[in-house]
């Protein structure tokens, strides 16, 4: 089965073409640059760009598959969640594919997306190793935080996750603190390979090891007070030291709680994914973590498979299309507060 996947749930355009779950384009048009100077997404900004951008990315990613529209058996499109105003750029480009050309259409989940993407392949049919079930997943990305437990394909149980800020959020907002600019993330990795991660002592969120659930504005708003008096130059001088202190914590939190998880429900393979799992300090601590328990871990086998793009969106709606789950296109409609 070909399929058509597109996403625009946040500040990427994207659009990819799988055969099946091998990987035939995959086409991202970030908006990073357009962002940057607003610390941040801009939701007008994104909208227009995705406007401007949908129609081009969607014919590249034809164009690399090569293939046509025509040769297309199923559109995916994200639905949410997301940033509203950007969704809907997306979902009206599908929908109008789909009615012009009669294809079958389905509306994907933005989350269940990441957690399809440890398990695209490529031409090789990589990665090799069969999936096992059931698998303990970590999907952590600007917008969510959560461990679920895949069952099969489709059958998810989310065992804990954020109760306020995605910890790649508190990433991003540490670095606006710091003056690193946008998306955060990435600068505070850099930064964190020079730096002392034992500088700044920051607290361990929700102690309890009974609970599984994360919250990381309380490590933000701790981290805030350390450092608000300090003068800018201090603040220059230790730039690398407050960034690995803080990713230090994050990163902590985040293996605390997946380890606890990992005990209490015997997981046959441990996976990672979200744009936080592009981070190699956070891949490395969950090989650690792997070892530890000998289960195999999976993490998506491309960088960019771990931030939004459409082909894990393409992946998760060929599993949906097989369990009948299809969209009617004439009612579809945009969900920015999707629950997994
Ligand atoms: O999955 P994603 O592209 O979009 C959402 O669904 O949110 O994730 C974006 C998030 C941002 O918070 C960004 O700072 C973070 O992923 N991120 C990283 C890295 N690359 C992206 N965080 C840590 N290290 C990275 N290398
Ligand atoms: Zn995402």
Known sequence: MFILGIETSCDDTCAAVLKDSQILSNVISSQIDLHKAWGGVV?????????????????????RAKLTIKDIDLIAVTKGPGLAIALGVGVKAAVSLAVKYHKKIVAVNHIEGHL????????????????????????????HTKIVLIKKIGDYE????????????????????????YPGGPVIERLSLKGDSTFLKLPTPIADKKILDYSF????????????????????????????????????TLIRKFSLAVE???????????????????????????????????????????????????????????????ANPNILDIDSRAEL
């Not at 398990?119 to 079930?133: D, E, H």
């Not at 989310?158 to 600019?181: P, Q």
């Open 264 to 326: 209490k429900y015997h997981p046959a393979c441990l996976m990672l994914s979200g744009g936080v799992a592009a981070n190699l300090t956070l891949r490395t601590k969950m090989r650690h973590l792997a070892k530890t328990y000998k289960l195999p871990l999976y993490l998506p086998f491309k960088k960019e498979l771990n931030t939004d793009n459409a082909a894990m969106i393409a992946l998760a709606g060929f599993y949906q299309a097989k369990r009948g789950d299809y």
């Open 43 to 63: 939701p007008d900004i994104a909208k227009r760009a995705h406007q401007e951008r949908i129609n081009p990315v969607i014919e590249t990613a034809l164009k």
């Open 116 to 143: 399809m993407a440890n398990f695209l392949t490529n031409s090789q049919g990589k990665p090799l190793r069969p999936f096992v079930f059931p698998s303990l997943t970590l999907t952590v990305s600007g917008g």
């Open 217 to 252: 504005s309380g490590l933000k708003t701790a981290f805030y007070y350390q450092i608000k008096d300090w003068p800018k130059v201090k603040i220059n001088k230790h730039l690398a030291d407050l960034a690995a202190s803080f990713q230090s914590a994050v990163f902590a």
């Open 158 to 181: 989310v065992i804990g996750e954020t109760l306020d800020d995605a910890a790649g959020e508190a990433l991003d907002k540490s670095a606006k603190l710091l003056g690193l600019g």
